[in-house]
T-cell receptor, first 111, second 111 residues
């Protein structure tokens, strides 16, 4: 069965600093991978997705993620954090059906 | 563009009562997924339907049931509610089990 592990339940960065949120997946076949963002009391918003095309995926709000099969990773990055990026981020994996989510990483951005 | 519509947005029920949550998928989407997100938790997959038939089952309690109707909307029925059922319930829809789009969720509070 497919699953994802997010390393670090809390990440804190300064405004303007690099954001790196880690996600490793486990799947017997190449999966679809997703990053979602959730603001307080809001639904899940898709940031980006990997569906076996380009390994470097660009998403909304300046985020991107790179699929590395050799490392079974799909880490999320953003070169320069904004205060508005503070939220909960979920990595998710799917084999074309239901999704399995990671435990989430709460991103805090300090002024 | 039309999105996934969930109703109600908020629901308060007493213990042992029954609740029904509704989900209206994006037009022409044939697959519906239900997720439960407890406070501070990641979304947990409950159940999914494809073309009105149950396609996959996750950690859905026996007290819960769901179905997808001929117009593709879905309802999650929850009986004998417990305090621990208080959570955000998300519905997502997709076309032929492709990318899932999430609704804003129904926040259920059991008192």
């Amino acid at each position: 069965a497919q699953s994802v592990t997010q390393l670090g339940s809390h990440v804190s960065v300064s405004e303007g600093a690099l954001v790196l949120l880690r996600c490793n997946y486990s799947s017997s076949v190449p999966p679809y991978l997703f990053w979602y963002v959730q603001y307080p009391n809001q639904g899940l918003q898709l940031l980006l997705k990997y569906t076996s095309a380009a390994t470097l995926v660009k998403g909304i709000n300046g985020f991107e993620a790179e699929f590395k099969k050799s490392e079974t990773s799909f880490h999320l990055t953003k070169p320069s954090a904004h205060m508005s990026d503070a939220a909960e981020y979920f990595c998710a994996v799917s084999l074309g059906g239901d999704m399995r989510f990671g435990a989430g990483t709460r991103l805090t951005v300090k002024p | 563009a039309a999105g996934v519509i969930q109703s109600p947005r908020h629901l308060i029920k007493e213990k042992r009562e029954t609740a029904t949550l509704k989900c209206y998928p994006i037009p022409r989407h044939d697959t519906v997924y239900w997720y439960q997100q407890g406070p501070g938790q990641d979304p947990q997959f409950l159940i999914s339907f494809y073309e009105k038939m149950q396609s996959d089952k996750g950690s859905i309690p026996d007290r819960f049931s769901a179905q997808q109707f001929s117009d593709y909307h879905s309802e999650l029925n929850m009986s004998s509610l417990e305090l621990g059922d208080s959570a955000l319930y998300f519905c997502a829809s997709s076309y032929t089990q492709g990318e899932a789009f999430f609704g804003q969720g129904t926040r259920l509070t059991v008192v």
